[in-house]
């Protein structure tokens, strides 16, 4: 069972580095996203870390990778650690989505657990999922680091009861800045 559970962003992508929504799009790092990656792998290599758990897209798999090279670690790829299908918001930063999808966009921001947008994964989907991940790796390892994106990795937070859901966009998550949570428990 585990006594900790690190999680990480992955590092900076093109897209992240101007906002714009990534979701599932499978896009690499950046040189700068590499970087954080390695930062990230280094600061972790002595933390005790003993099983590294990513989503499948690349961007979170690298940083992911540097991590488990750097501790140790073996390497597990979560399919149900993938970021949130943003659907029409792919591809568009806020003030475009807001632009093109007026009152779907802004029910969602003021709302984003009980506001489906059509064509986007329903967060409580979403929730679910990461719950059922989490709940693996917890009872698996004593020390897992989840390696994943902004979206699925606040709802991980939700999940764990370290944030309410509607506090889900004022949580901002660093790319590849670990946060730790001791004794973390399923809710």
Sequence with gaps: MARRVTLVRHGQTERSAVGVYSGRLDIPLTPVGREQARQTAQQLATAGVDRVVT?????????????????????????????????????????GARAKFAGAFSDWRADPFGSPVRGMEPLPDALAR???????????????VLVAHQGILR?????????????YFQTRLQEADPIVVEAPAVR
């Design 55 to 95: 989503s499948p897209l690349v961007r979170a798999r690298d940083t992911a990778q540097a991590i488990a090279d750097a501790s140790g670690a073996g390497l597990t790829v979560e399919p149900r650690l993938i970021e949130v299908d943003y659907g029409p918001f792919e591809g568009l930063d806020r003030a």
């Design 130 to 144: 990461a719950r059922a991940a989490i709940s693996d790796a917890l009872a698996a390892y004593e020390h897992p």
């Design 155 to 167: 709802i991980v937070l939700v999940a764990l009861g370290e944030i309410e859901p509607r506090d």
